[in-house]
């Protein structure tokens, strides 16, 4: 399935894109994750949560086909 | 008072003194309220590794944390007997000693807007997806993470 996966903050400085849409074969988020891993190395050594459909998701969570987004820790305030 | 629709809270660069002196100015027709409460967040010129913060640039995840605003106003309204409550937050550079949060509630009586604005300031700090860049005088940066 395609699925539209956006970026945020100091994720982006090693995206160098704030959104993407990947076709995705996997049917759990970590799957999901292991992709972007190989596509960006040193994502694996940053620290953020998963936001499916614009909830916060485990990893072991099924992918729905809805929007993704990797949020790094919150600092609003 | 509550707002069934979620309203956009974020407002490009630093919330100015006239904005919120003109939010407190619009609630004197409202004559049930017996007490305001008011919180400010304001960029700290922190000193990190002897180098100071300038500035925050904020970006967010719009549609989440507009989300995430309103579901805090309506659990804030749930729990607390308030009359009206409302949150600004900016997106953009705001230089250090500029206000980028304005949290406003308001009731009949004074002990509930104490309670209240604790309690919807670290809802906001915890579970908004709100991203700032601190930007240094010699524009290095790094990132801010809420403790």
Known sequence: ?????????????????????????????????????????????KDFQVAQNQELVSKETKLTGAEIALLPPFAGG | MTNKKTKNVFQSGAITSEFIGNSIYKHQTKTS??????????????????????AIEYTAYEDMANQKFHDIRESAFAKFDLTCMHIYHSLGTVKAGEICLFVFVSSPRRKVVFEALEYIVEAIKADVPVFGKEIFEDESHQWKVNS
Do not use: P
């Open chain 1, 1 to 45: 399935m395609q699925i539209i996966i956006k970026y945020f903050g100091q994720l982006t400085e090693i995206t160098h894109i704030e959104e993407e849409t990947l076709e995705v074969s996997g049917t759990y988020i970590y799957e999901l994750l292991e992709t972007l891993y190989r596509k960006y190395n040193t994502l694996k050594t």
């Open chain 2, 33 to 54: 309220i017996g007490a305001h409460n008011i919180f400010l967040g304001q960029v700290r010129a922190d000193e990190i590794d002897g180098k100071t913060v300038s």
